[in-house]
């Protein structure tokens, strides 16, 4: 199974500033065909199923606000808020989608400062 | 609007069966892989099963493995999971998840199963 490890567990940061997190997986998740990275990032309110935030390791979903962005490739993903808005405090997972069984990082809990 | 709407969740002792299902409605559900993501609560996602567009193929964690079953009905828009041989560990919220190509797109709301005697 590919184990995904985030980081860091939790994180506090003040409204406005920059949330970053990372997410690693222990093989590479590149598809060298089609040079993708499969890998997902999602949101969870409390009382809420997951909101799909981010595919193929970078691309934004519709709909979800600019101030959410990704990056990576093969094993290293980070997942960053640019400017913390109260309404982002959730918990984030990243999740593999290159072989089954699909598994998700333990996920990160994002608050405020 | 797409929508997943999950039911068949309840309190069930173990060594105990149970059939969930997931009503769908809003896209065309005979294009869709479908997956099982269950999470108990306060914890983290846990990838269950996976049934591809056709029902043909499917996958399953280790964990649920011989004990569960995916399936789906494309003219009903009926996605199904039947669990025998519950146990404790078990016991979560499962959600019916789209697949939209290589990602979970639309998730339901989860419905809870608990597995205690």
């Known amino acids: 199974d590919i184990v995904m490890t985030q980081s860091p567990d939790s994180l506090a940061v003040s409204l406005g500033e920059r949330a970053t997190i990372n997410c690693k997986s222990r093989?590479?998740?590149?598809?060298?065909?089609?040079?993708?990275?499969?890998l997902a990032w999602y949101q969870q309110k409390p009382r809420q199923p997951p909101k799909l935030l981010i595919y193929?390791?970078?691309t934004r979903e519709s709909g979800v606000p600019d101030r959410f962005s990704a990056s990576g490739s093969g094993t290293d993903f980070t997942l960053t808020i640019s400017s913390l808005q109260a309404e982002d405090v959730a918990v984030y997972y990243c999740q593999q989608y290159y072989t089954t069984p699909l598994t998700f990082g333990g996920g990160t809990r994002l608050e405020i400062k | 609007e797409v929508q997943l709407i999950e039911s068949g969740g309840r309190l069930v002792q173990p060594g105990g069966s149970l059939r969930l299902s997931c009503a769908a409605s809003?896209?065309?559900?005979?294009?869709?892989?479908m997956h099982w993501v269950r999470q108990v609560p306060g914890k983290g996602l846990v990838w269950v099963s996976r049934i591809n567009s056709d029902g043909r193929t499917t996958a399953y964690a280790d964990s649920v493995k011989g004990r569960f079953t995916i399936s789906r009905d494309n003219a009903k828009n009926m996605l199904s999971l039947q669990m025998n041989s519950l146990r404790a560990e078990d016991t979560a919220v499962y959600y019916c998840v789209r697949d939209g190509g290589h990602r979970g797109d639309y998730w339901g709301q989860g419905t809870l199963v608990t597995v205690s005697s």
């Open positions: 809003g896209f065309t559900f005979s294009s869709h892989w």
């Open positions: 093989q590479s998740i590149l598809y060298t065909s089609n040079n993708k990275s499969y």
């Open positions: 193929w390791a970078s």
